[in-house]
């Protein structure tokens, strides 16, 4: 039942004077109290669920709770995992109450039953049971609505001075962040979901808005796989997956008596050391095999990445007759890694269900006779084991006993919208509404953040962490760029590095056509409170060996956040790769040139204005276009200097060899061009918050048309028309792994003066360091570019550790493994074939990739990739 979709039209203003109007018109009461074990410690994250509302809230961490309700009697269940539920009724008037609660821990009955060495664990016949129901109780309801109140809080224990180099700054030891919010969370069969963020509260921010999504908290263990968003690229197997027994190791612990029901306790064992799965105890309810609570752990065993651990803890209670939700689920988590420690946790009480079950009738199980033998000892019970249980199916519920609950239009692409006036609540509020108590840390935590928030935003504390923000590093000049930062005034300045090792722009580069090259880019840009900004970037650049100058302006204003909506304005002369996809850096030109004596890079300069937009025009539809100007100069190879003695290589020409052109080199000219693309997505999810609009995918594959053409006039000498289709997509394959796609496909007419610059390039690679992964690796920058039909497509496929976790060494180096295929088919190129074998994550960023390709059937070329894989 895990949600994945949401909602755009509720009624917000009426639903928040509902709100507010409530404590008025209905006379209420406080009750709170304390719940302990039986040494008088807090219970942290005890269940409370309240029978009559069909409510349930938890426990902070010291135990505490805190209750309001409306005048009445209520029926209280206190539950903590591996402790005895106790019972307690309560009448509630206008006043206020303390009820302190001590449970005790649950005392587990044995089954008088005799186990031979040779027989199965009780366990397994259980779980059995509750695997054959998985698919029954994770759809036991077609909708659901219910308020979800949700508090994420991260704490920091030990900060270093410094990371990569780079100075810590502003991070303090103790709760770094601390949010809650309020939502109404609606799922309605098969994935449908809407969530509407009512209340937003974060510590140290008091116009900030949580990032806290209770669909996405809720987890459920009737999935086969469990897919938790940044732990693990593949998935975690449920204890109650159709194939939990290849995975699982179950044990029986005993059983315990609750309102009248038989609850089993099942220790939950991986049957392998680092296969993805949990462990810890899952409570079954005896007879209708569902799950009653759990206490499950992954830890980095399971291959969880960023956290050390993290355990799960849900508590389900039955909201309806035979209709089981969970009323509480917590994440707790450790982690640690670059001198940082810390930890923190998330946690969901869920309240005022309403639900519209599926079945009016639920299954049951028969089970075969087992063979009872009697002794003067004991009774013997060998369960049967050549006949399997038989599942009487459950009786649906017909149209005319289901509950309409949710309105059709309440679905939509928005599944989650926060409300503009979320954070505005106050501490009478949040102090009603809240149903978990603030701990004492957390009490002072916003006390202390919110009288801190004014010195925080002033200028005289922001301008103090710039100065420490702003001393350059000796990263800043080879990893990155440096950046000055003025944060009052929203401005910030960016340099580019000396030499930039990722491939970016940096000041000192080497080529065959300029020599050496200072080429200085900065990057001023102005923020704005609502998201808006604007950039400039001047770039000047000169070659000592050509004595060229250039120099460019680009203008850039991002003017409406929420659609992304951007309009740019650049000019000036410049040098350019011929190939517009720039498939090799600067940084590894110069390498390649210097020391291989290989000029791979291929220039042209140009005198240039253009213009570009951007915008999703709608939901799931973004477009581009652009519009350019050029007057077009071929430039020519000026200097030969390489670190190579023997100089029997030789440099290319700067004129590239193309399979279409006997002769790929142009005279000085002028182009017109203008360019359109329009990219679909369709069924694309999204969340809407005050600032922005955030897209979160859809199971549909991305469509890209696009139109490109030169035209011949106000003194363009290019004509040509090009229209190209691109279908590209991700998907995930489970334990499997996962894959990416793209397949291009695109055609020319109407040409006339086309230079090779127009022409479709295809991104290639001829040195070792392998750049884009998505484009070729073997294929040259420009052999078979095309001014004709051309069809190209990218497949690749990560297995995420589905092979090497059962490799010791590899398991432990963390290593995964990752296969590749490339095709392109040209007029000149035929078919043309790359495939590739890689490992990725070498000491966590690294990947090498082995590339083989095939012209028609046969070999070609081979060579090794070594690039960034994390």
Known sequence: MKPNIRNKSMRPAFLLFLLYLLPVIAAAGTLRGRIIDENNQGLPFASIYIKETASGTASNDQGHFQLQLPAGTYTLEFKYVGYRARIETVTIGDDTQELNVQLLPEVLNLKEVVVKAADEDPAYAIMRNAIRLRKYHRDEVNAWSARVYMKGVARMDKVPGKVLGVRVVDVDTGIVYLSESVSELHFKKPNKVSERVISSKVSGKKQGFSFNQASEMNISFYDNLLRVEGLSERGFVSPLANNALFFYRFEYQGTFEENGRTINKIKVIPRRKNDPVFQGSIYIVDGSWRIHSTDLTLTKNAGIDFVDFIRVRQVYAPVQEHVWMPVSQRFTFEASGLGFKGGGYATGVYSNYRVQPAYSRPPTVVEPEPEVVEDAVAVEVKPARRQRARVVKPQEVTPEEQLAIHDEKL????????????????????????????????????????????????????????????????????????????????????FDPLVSLRG?????????????????????????????????????????????????????????????????????????????????????????????????????????????????????????????????????????????????????????????????????????????????????NYISRPDRKINIGSRWPTFSLGYRGGIKSLGGDVRYATLALRISDDFSLGLLGSSEYSFTGGTFWGKENMRLMDYRHFNGNRTIFAGVYTGFQLLDYYRYSTSSRYLEGHYEHHFNGFLFNKIPLFRKLKWQEVVSLHYLNTRESANYLELGLGIEHIFKVLRVDFFTSFQEREKVHSGLRVGLGF
């Open 504 to 684: 970016g722009a940096s000041i000192l580069q080497y080529n065959t056509v300029e020599g050496v090259v200072a080429n200085v880019g900065m990057e001023f840009r102005q923020n704005f409170e609502d998201r808006r900004f604007y950039e400039i970037e001047p770039t000047i650049r000169y070659g000592f060996s050509n004595e060229k100058l250039n120099a460019r302006l680009r203008l850039s204003y991002t003017y409406d956040p929420i659609k992304r909506s951007n309009v740019s304005l650049e000019g000036g002369r410049f040098v350019d790769q011929i190939n517009s996809t720039n498939p090799i850096s600067p940084f590894v030109n110069t390498v390649y040139t210097l020391l291989m004596e290989r000029n791979y890079l291929k220039l042209y300069q140009r005198d240039y204005a253009r213009v570009n937009y951007r915008s999703e025009i709608l939901n799931g539809v973004t477009l581009l276009a652009s519009l350019d100007y050029s007057h077009r100069m071929p430039l020519e190879n000026t200097a030969t200097h390489t670190f190579r003695e023997s100089g029997s290589v030789g440099f290319t020409s700067n004129v590239p060899e193309n399979a279409e052109l006997a002769d790929a080199s142009f005279d000085p000219h002028q182009a017109l061009t203008a360019a359109f693309t329009v990219a679909f997505r369709p069924g694309m």
């Open 411 to 494: 679905f939509s692409r928005e599944v989650l919208v926060v409300e503009k006036e979320a954070n505005q609540r106050d501490s009478a509020y949040w102090a009603e509404i809240r149903p978990v108590p603030l701990t004492q840390e957390e009490q002072l935590d916003y006390e202390r953040k919110d009288s801190l928030e004014v010195i925080r935003e002033s200028k005289v504390y922001k301008d103090s962490v710039d100065r420490i923000r702003n001393k350059p590093s000796i990263g800043n000049l080879f990893m990155r760029s440096y950046t000055y930062s003025n944060t009052y005034a929203r401005r910030f300045y960016r």
